[in-house]
């Protein structure tokens, strides 16, 4: 599949990018009031379980992993529908399923000492060092295929500068947008009453919009180009 980045695709990759993002989060909230009967606190990349919940159980570490496993699972998705007999907008589909799930960020963080791998592996064995390479050899292990037949599928030049760019790129959009910016709103006291689902009325709006901006472009999430040759053989 020969990549062809437009701006229409890039809108779409940009809209599924932010909804998967909330998402993830939505997961961590959503399992949070399943086990505790009650919405907890969260901004746009934390979140918490209502207060005293948590207190003497690690009951509410499901709520934890509940987020990587989302974010996995749809890696995964992406995984299949890159397989040799499926379209060509369902490949394109999967490879961006892929990315949007941000598997350099999920590493990262990991290497760092960070992320809700580590930090439900270092709840339950209670030592840093080993939840810390347990939870990097996992993400690794649970990665590599997704990344790997993404990398396969791409046949343009310079396929490593294709591969990279969508592997790191869109951690640094997420975090700059998400951290940078929407965070900051929020902090600033921009919409930030509580309403549905234990969220501030500032997400719940970003939320709302993004699906909507996501339903009306994902007919454009396609990155790719028939080749002439191809196309006159149909």
Known sequence: MKLKLTLKYTIAFLALLFVVSELHEIVHTSVGRL?????????????GLC????EGSNIGL?????GPIFSFALMWV???????NKTLFQKSLGFSLVFVNIPFARILTAVLGGGDEVFALNRLLED????QIIGLLLIIIICIPPCVRAFKIIQNKGKWIWFLGFFI?????LWLWILGVMNTLLASGVLSDY????????ITVWTIGIIILLLVTIKNLKIYEIAKENAEGV
């Open 169 to 173: 790129v869109p951690t640094i959009i």
């Open 128 to 131: 840093h060092t080993v939840a």
């Open 62 to 66: 499901l709520a934890t992993f509940s």
């Open 51 to 54: 207060e005293g919940c948590s």
């Open 195 to 202: 309403w549905i689902l234990g969220s501030p009325i500032l």
């Open 35 to 47: 086990i505790c009967g009650c919405w907890g606190e969260r901004d746009f990349n934390g979140w």
């Open 78 to 84: 992406g995984y299949f529908l890159m397989a040799d």
